[in-house]
């Protein structure tokens, strides 16, 4: 049975080397199946620093006070501040970074969050709370808008699409540094 | 408890207003109600009326079950504290944490999920897109390993002296988890060049999301379908979850649905807004995900009563950076330390149980353990923590030495560090 296999062995080694070096190897098991784009596409909700994966639709900072009033306020509070949830708003005097020093200061969008991507993905995926997943895409970026507004970040006229949001720098960007400890005799 | 010392004709005297019952058993409410301690123990065991037998070696005992239960007087329980539930680490010998009593910490609850429906996406910068199934995953090559959990905000800082070790740090756990190496899974998608970070994420309804070197990805990380044994426990991640050995567990994303390859992190709300480490020049730690050495003793501790003479101290120690080395032991408040015995098989990354005899003189005295791992690193007392971090750098990755004290009327308590 094996010998008339013999002959395509050589050959089959060789493909697989030249198959190696442009393209990583073939599958070793071949389970899994194929996914259509649109399966894809159904879970594929991430947005990256850079704003890649913001999805089309738009919306100002008008209409994100109106969302944010019906559907956030009860748990982060009015202006989004004090609420139980965590308060959203706060920006500190001269955009200071005294968390390490002082407890009491409270982390909010303003003074700690070095991306506007991240604003976005996470109340897409995460919020409200009470029913996630239920917002537009137009109703996510105008909270987005109206959280940078409050936040004193960006204009009462703002309107924010796939087209600006990345480009909007936060307050906190440079705060953050890769992690020094590495073990060893020193505490970090 | 008091049961093995209890004379069984005096009980049935106690007991003897119920005529029909056979000498030497008697329905446990009944001996409730007599007022004998013997079936005090047996009665939250369960629900329908149980024959005790106070001497078991007079009756047959019970049959064979489906499935078996804790015996009655042993109910270790979890604290659950709404979005998270501690460990009850004071209850428990040796180094596996049963799979019902491991520490949760949830973002928005526990889903419910079919697991014949449930599917791995891995997408992104690979040659092929594919969807596993759970079947699919559990026909590649499967690895077991044995290691810790533990959450990065694992301490009660400022805690009250009656803070057990469940209170105090209650957020570690360890299982024997098996599943498929994901650098297999990688292998069988293809890694395109250039790629550098993984998404991964899950399919609660916070959707948790955090960004995984690809590094990390390749070394040691799992995709595990099973805890202890048996199919992983919803609130562990049912029917699948990531596995990241020594990293804080939030990275270990429960309920894992999909992988995206990319190259650069995704910096998700996990990796920015929390999980990050303020430190007192003005910047914030990013991605400090491993998990420092640390140890803590389990028992003497609060809320016991211990007598005079021979004690053991025993307690665990365990480093996300690989294994631990030494575990010293002080019994006088950190002056004076002594090498515990660690018990074999120490593993890397893993709760290690380390003992030490202590004769107690009556005497009012602290007991303190500290741990040193491969890498050198020698666990930190709060003081040195708060001198580099900072009273606010909270509630992230701190392991300080805790410390344990006893009156000289037995009774153990905390003695915690002011985190201020």
Redesign the interface.
């Known amino acids: 049975m094996i010998r008339p296999y013999l002959q395509y062995l050589l050959p089959l080694a060789l493909l697989t080397v030249a198959h190696n070096s442009v393209?990583?190897?073939?599958?070793?098991?071949g389970?899994?199946?194929?996914?259509s784009e649109a399966?894809?596409a159904a879970?594929?909700?991430?947005v990256?620093?850079?704003g890649r994966g913001l999805p089309p639709g738009s919306g100002t900072v008008a209409e994100g006070a109106e969302v944010y009033a019906q559907s956030c306020e009860q748990c982060h509070g009015a202006g989004g501040v004090g609420g139980h949830s965590g308060s959203l708003v706060g920006r500190l005097e001269g955009d200071?970074?005294?968390?390490?020093?002082?407890?009491?200061?409270k982390?909010t969008?303003g003074n700690?969050?070095?991306?506007t991507?991240?604003i976005f993905?996470?109340i897409r995926?995460?919020m409200p709370?009470d029913a996630?997943?239920s917002l537009s895409n137009g109703e996510v970026y105008g909270l987005v808008a109206w959280l940078l507004y409050r936040n004193e970040i960006v204009s009462s006229d703002t309107t924010l699409s796939a087209d600006n949001l990345a480009e909007i720098r936060m307050p906190?960007r440079d705060?953050?540094?890769?992690?020094?400890?590495?073990?060893?005799?020193v505490?970090? | 408890m008091a049961g093995k010392d209890v004379d069984s004709t005096e009980v049935l005297k106690a007991g003897s207003a119920a005529p029909s019952i056979k000498r030497r058993e008697l329905v446990a409410g009944l001996v409730g109600l007599s007022g004998a301690a013997v079936a005090g123990s047996a009665l939250s065991a369960s629900t329908a009326p149980q024959r005790i037998s106070l001497d078991p070696t007079r009756a047959p005992g019970a049959s064979t079950s489906a499935l078996g239960n804790r015996a009655g007087g042993e109910q270790p329980k979890r604290i659950p504290l709404g979005i998270i539930s501690l460990t009850p680490l004071q209850d428990l010998h040796g180094t596996i944490t049963p799979a019902d009593l491991h520490f949760e910490r949830h973002?928005?609850g526990i889903p419910a999920i079919e697991a014949a429906q449930h599917e791995l996406?891995?997408?992104g910068m690979v040659?092929?897109?594919?969807?596993?199934?759970l079947a699919?995953?559990k026909?590649?090559p499967s690895v077991t390993r044995t290691c810790f959990l533990e959450c990065s905000g694992n301490l009660f800082t400022n805690a009250p002296e009656q803070t057990t070790p469940q209170m105090l740090c209650g957020l570690t756990s360890q299982s024997e988890w098996t599943g498929v190496a994901l650098s297999?899974l990688l292998?069988?998608?293809?890694?395109?060049?250039g790629a550098k970070w993984l998404?991964a994420?899950g399919s609660d309804?916070?959707?948790m999301?955090r960004s995984i070197p690809i590094e990390k990805a390749r070394d040691d990380a799992l995709v595990v379908y099973a805890q202890n044994g048996e199919a992983i426990r919803p609130e562990q991640g049912y029917p699948l979850r990531l596995l990241l050995p020594g990293w804080e567990g939030n990275t270990s994303i429960k309920w894992l649905?999909?992988i995206?390859v990319?190259d650069?992190?995704?910096?998700?709300?996990e990796e920015?807004?929390k999980y990050?480490d303020?430190?007192?020049d003005?910047?914030?730690?990013?991605?400090?995900?491993?998990m420092?050495?640390r140890s803590v003793i389990t028992t003497p501790t609060y809320p016991q009563h211990i007598e005079k003479g021979w004690q053991e101290i025993r307690g665990l120690a365990w480093?996300g950076?690989?294994r631990i080395t030494q575990v010293d032991v002080s019994i006088d408040a950190g002056r004076s330390w002594q090498p515990a015995v660690l018990q074999g098989p120490v593993l890397p990354k893993a709760h290690t149980r380390f003992t030490q005899p202590w004769h107690w003189d009556g005497q009012e005295a602290e007991i303190q353990s500290r741990a040193i791992?491969e890498?050198?690193?020698?666990q930190?007392t709060a003081k040195?923590?708060l001198a580099?971090?900072?009273?606010?750098?909270?509630p992230y990755h701190l392991n300080p030495i805790t410390a344990w004290r006893v009156a000289p009327s037995g009774e153990m308590f905390y003695r915690g560090d002011a985190w201020?």
């Open positions: 393209a990583q190897g073939k599958a070793e098991f389970l899994g199946r194929v996914v399966e894809i879970w594929d909700i991430d990256m620093p850079d200071q970074f005294p968390f390490a020093n002082d407890p009491g200061i982390k969008i700690y969050w070095p991306y991507t991240t993905d996470y995926r995460a709370a996630p997943g906190a705060r953050f540094v890769p992690d020094d400890r590495r073990g060893g005799a505490v970090r | 973002h928005a996406l891995i997408h040659e092929r897109t594919l969807k596993f199934s699919d995953l026909r590649f297999t292998r069988e998608v293809g890694v395109r060049p998404l994420e309804a916070a959707v999301t649905r999909r995206e990319a650069q992190s995704f910096m998700t709300r920015t807004s990050t303020p430190l007192p003005g910047t914030a730690r990013q991605f400090s995900v491993v420092d050495a480093s950076r690989g791992d890498t050198g690193y020698v930190p040195q923590l580099v971090r900072g009273p606010g750098s909270v201020e």
